[in-house]
C-alpha cells in the first residue's frame, strides 16, 4: 500500500551503521552517537537503503501537533525534529569555474557579510574543486568526517575543525571573492549540504572565522563593540548592506529575497529538519521487506497472493550478519511458469514499522481480508497513549504519520488520538 502510493523508495545515502548489531540505524535510534540497543558506537557507510517519504506529510505533521492533547515538552520535541524553517536558497558560483553550488538560510538580509562558504565534508563538489596542493589534506579531513554521526557532528559546544580547499566563491551581493572550506559542522542532509558563513552575527561561523583567521564584518548594529570578540546574533539594523541598509530584519529579507529572485540568483524557499524514515535493516529480525528483484535488477512488489514473506525459521547463526543472506534456498526464486530468476529482499523491516500501526490492527486481529474492518472504526481513536518520553520522535512520530496514510488510504477515520474524553466515556 505504501508503495502504490508512492511512499516508498530506494537509494543510496550516508547511513548510521552498528557494527555489533551488523545493522543500519535510522537518526532517532542514535544516542550520544551510540545505538541505542547495544551501546556501540556508530560509524557512517553509504549504502543503497529503503526509505519511506514521510516527510510528503510534513506540514500536516506539524501543524497538527497544536490540536493533540499531548504534553509540552512532547510538543517542542516534535516541532523541532520536523524544524520548519522559512528564508532563501542562494546560488553561489565558483571563481574561474562554470560551477556552482546552493545554500540555503534563515537570513538572507546578512549576504553582505558572508565572509567565506563551508561546504560539508560529503557535498559532490568537494573533490572537482579542490586544489591540486589540497587534496590529500581534504581527502583526510573527509575520510576522518564519515566516522562521526550526523548528531554528533550537530553538537554546538563541539570544536570547530575544517579544511580549505583553495577555491574561492563570488559572493552574490557585492561580487567580493571569498574562500571555501569545508568543515564537519555543516551537514549534507540540511539544507543544500552548503552554506553562506557570516560570522558577525552567527556564533558557530564566528567560532570558525577566529579559528581560521578569517575576516568578519558587522552588517547588523548592535552587541558587542569589537565584533571581532563576539558575534552578535541579535536583532538591529541593517549597515554596509548597500540597499538594505536601514531596514530591520523582517524588511531586509523581504527586499532581499526579491532581488535573488530578480538576478535569477534564486528566491525563498522552505525547509524542514526531517529526513525520509530509512526503514531497511541489514538484520534477520523484523518482517521481511516484500520486494524481489529480476536479473537486471529491476524490483517489483511480491504480489499480494505471496504474501505474507515469512522469515525461515532454520536459521544459524555464526555472529557476522544476517543468516538469510547467506541462505540462497531463501532468497534465489525461480518463476516456475517463466523458469526466470529472481532474488529475494534480504533486508529487513525496522520493528517500528510493525509497532507503528499495530494499535490499529488491534482492533481487528482475527481479519484475514484485510488489514483493518470496521471494528477499526469503533474503537479508534486512541484514549490514551502511554509511552517514554524516548518515544516522542520515535514510535509517536511515526505512528502519527502512519495514521495519516492509513486515513488517505481509507482504512481509519479522523485523528489517531482523542484531543478531548472519549465519547465511550460519556
Known amino acids: 500500500m505504501l508503495n502504490e502510493r508512492g511512499l516508498v523508495e530506494r537509494r543510496m545515502a550516508p547511513v548510521n551503521w552498528c557494527v555489533d548489531c551488523d545493522t543500519v540505524l535510522a537518526n532517532e535510534q ?23 517519504r514521510m516527510t510528503e506529510y510534513s506540514d500536516e505533521l506539524l501543524d497538527e501537533i497544536d490540536n493533540i492533547a499531548f504534553p509540552e515538552n512532547v510538543k517542542a520535541m516534535q516541532r523541532n525534529w520536523i524544524g520548519k524553517s522559512h528564508g532563501a536558497t542562494i546560488d553561489f558560483q565558483i571563481n574561474g569555474r562554470n560551477l556552482r553550488f546552493r545554500t540555503y538560510t534563515t537570513r538572507p538580509d546578512r549576504l553582505f557579510g558572508a565572509t567565506f562558504c563551508v561546504l560539508a565534508p560529503e557535498h559532490p563538489l568537494v573533490e572537482c574543486i579542490t586544489h591540486s596542493s589540497r587534496r590529500q589534506e581534504v581527502a583526510a579531513y573527509v575520510e576522518s568526517s564519515l566516522r562521526k554521526t550526523d548528531r554528533e557532528r550537530s553538537i554546538a559546544t563541539r570544536e570547530k575543525t575544517g579544511v580549505d580547499t583553495g577555491a574561492r566563491a563570488i559572493n552574490p551581493a557585492n561580487d567580493q571573492e571569498i574562500p571555501i572550506f569545508i568543515a564537519d559542522y555543516v551537514l549534507l542532509t540540511y539544507g543544500h549540504g552548503a552554506i553562506m558563513a557570516v560570522p558577525g552575527h552567527d556564533e558557530r561561523d564566528h567560532e570558525f572565522a577566529v579559528l581560521k583567521g578569517l575576516p568578519i564584518q558587522r552588517v547588523i548594529t548592535g552587541g558587542e563593540e569589537d565584533i571581532y570578540q563576539a558575534a552578535h546574533p541579535g536583532e538591529g539594523t541593517l549597515v554596509t548592506s ?8 523582517d524588511s531586509a529579507i523581504q527586499v532581499m529575497i526579491d532581488w535573488l529572485e530578480s538576478e535569477g540568483k534564486r528566491a525563498g524557499a522552505i525547509n524542514y529538519k ?11 529480525w523484523g518482517a521481511p521487506i516484500p520486494v524481489i528483484s529480476s536479473s537486471a535488477g529491476v524490483p517489483v512488489q511480491v504480489p499480494d497472493v505471496h504474501l505474507p514473506v515469512v ?3 532454520d536459521v544459524s547463526f555464526d555472529g557476522a550478519g544476517s543468516p538469510i543472506k547467506k541462505m540462497p534456498e531463501f532468497f534465489e526464486i525461480t518463476d516456475p511458469e517463466s523458469g526466470e530468476k529472481w532474488t529475494r529482499e534480504t533486508d529487513t523491516f525496522d520493528t517500528f514499522m510493525e509497532s507503528s500501526w499495530y494499535y490499529a490492527r488491534f482492533c481487528s486481529p482475527d481479519s484475514h481480508a484485510a488489514m483493518l474492518d470496521q471494528r477499526a472504526d469503533y474503537w479508534l481513536p486512541v484514549d490514551l497513549y502511554i509511552g517514554g518520553i524516548e518515544h516522542a ?20 477515520r479522523g485523528c489517531l488520538l482523542y484531543t478531548s474524553p472519549s465519547p465511550r466515556d460519556r
Open 274 to 284: 526531517l529526513r525520509d524514515w530509512l526503514f531497511s535493516r541489514q538484520r534477520y
Open 311 to 313: 522469515l525461515p525459521e
Open 242 to 249: 548597500g540597499v538594505l541598509d536601514g531596514l530591520t530584519k
Open 393 to 412: 520522535i520515535l514510535h509517536l512520530l511515526y505512528a502519527r504519520f502512519y495514521h495519516k496514510v492509513m486515513r488517505d488510504e481509507g482504512l481509519v
Open 30 to 52: 542514535v544516542k550520544n552517537n551510540r545505538c541505542w540497543r547495544c551501546g556501540l558506537e556508530v560509524v557512517q557507510r553509504d549504502m543503497a537503503q529503503w526509505f519511506l
